[in-house]
């Protein structure tokens, strides 16, 4: 058992620190930014809650935090009350938020500095695979550090995987969201193709998904796509932040990605219908709603 802290308690963060205590049996203190969330997860988990970052931290043996942004990590990190603060030496901070490889490099070299280790690990799987405590997480760092870390990570996870140096973990995440782009993209062109054509959606799903178009997007989304239901996991304000970490790297590498930056503008779209809370597979809301 470990002395663990978790920052962050949106609907990535509450369940994987909930796992932390159930799975990995850790004594595990929370922060959030909404104290009363906090204080919901620590009743309804046997664990505590601290008042600030850096409170929540103080002796830990691995510190997560799951934010929104750039901005925010550096906030719970490094900016007052921030939970470098709190750390004692040879505590790792473990990052599950999806932010920039180049924050991710900044705050490897902070935690660095004051005697800690940093790893960059977002994850992917969706609320679904936070609850079920079966996410996928890509990790950058040091190799001994990720050795040190990974049972504690296991708690929430069904695949970890050690990436590269600081940043990689989050430059894998920016191929899985380039990869998931297309994938919904083309999917709902796929079935807005099918409705029009006037196909039974779920019979040409049955067979096709048995076929070389399978994806998890199909098997978990298309019945919600053909139904126009859009309430089920990563709203679209999230992913376009994602697409603009992406295609800002790519600018910055010299990379080519012609599809992710129109399926980024097809996602404004959406925002401008007013789906900017809705999952990113109501790309297909544009495609049903063109020309009303």
Not at 49 to 56: D, E, K, L, N, V
Not at 134 to 160: H, N, Q, S, Y
């Amino acid at each position: 058992m470990a002395k663990v802290a978790f920052i962050g308690l949106g609907v990535m963060g509450y369940p994987m620190a909930g796992y932390l205590k159930s799975r990995g049996g850790h004594d595990v203190t929370v922060y959030n930014r909404t104290a009363a969330k906090a204080e919901k997860w620590a009743a309804e988990h046997g664990g505590s809650h601290a008042a600030t970052p850096a409170a929540a931290a103080e002796g830990c043996d691995f510190v997560f935090a799951c934010v929104g942004n750039d901005d925010d990590l550096r906030s719970v990190t490094t900016g007052p009350d921030g939970a470098f603060h709190g750390m004692k030496k040879g505590a790792i901070f473990i990052d599950n938020t999806t932010a920039s490889a180049e924050v991710a490099r900044e705050l490897y070299e902070a935690a660095k500095a004051k005697g800690c280790s940093f790893l960059d690990a977002p994850v992917s799987g969706g609320q679904a695979g936070a609850e079920n405590g079966a996410l996928t997480v890509m990790v950058g760092g040091d190799a001994d550090t990720f050795e040190a870390a990974r049972p504690a990570i296991e708690c929430f996870a069904k695949m970890v995987g050690h990436m590269g140096p600081a940043g990689a973990g989050q430059l894998t995440k920016m191929v899985n969201q380039i990869c998931i782009a297309g994938l919904v993209q083309g999917l709902s062109e796929a079935i807005h193709f099918a409705k029009k054509a006037d196909l039974d959606v779920a019979k040409v799903i049955e067979v096709i998904s048995k076929g070389a178009a399978q994806s998890w997007q199909m098997e978990n989304r298309w019945q919600t796509m053909r139904d126009d239901k859009f309430d089920f996991g990563f709203a679209v304000d999230w992913m376009r932040k994602d697409l603009g970490i992406c295609l800002k790297t790519a600018n910055e590498t010299g990379a080519r990605l012609p599809v992710t930056a129109l399926v980024d503008q097809f996602y404004a779209e959406v925002q401008a219908m007013g789906g900017n809370r809705w999952d990113t597979s109501s790309l297909i809301a544009r495609l049903q709603n063109a020309g009303k």
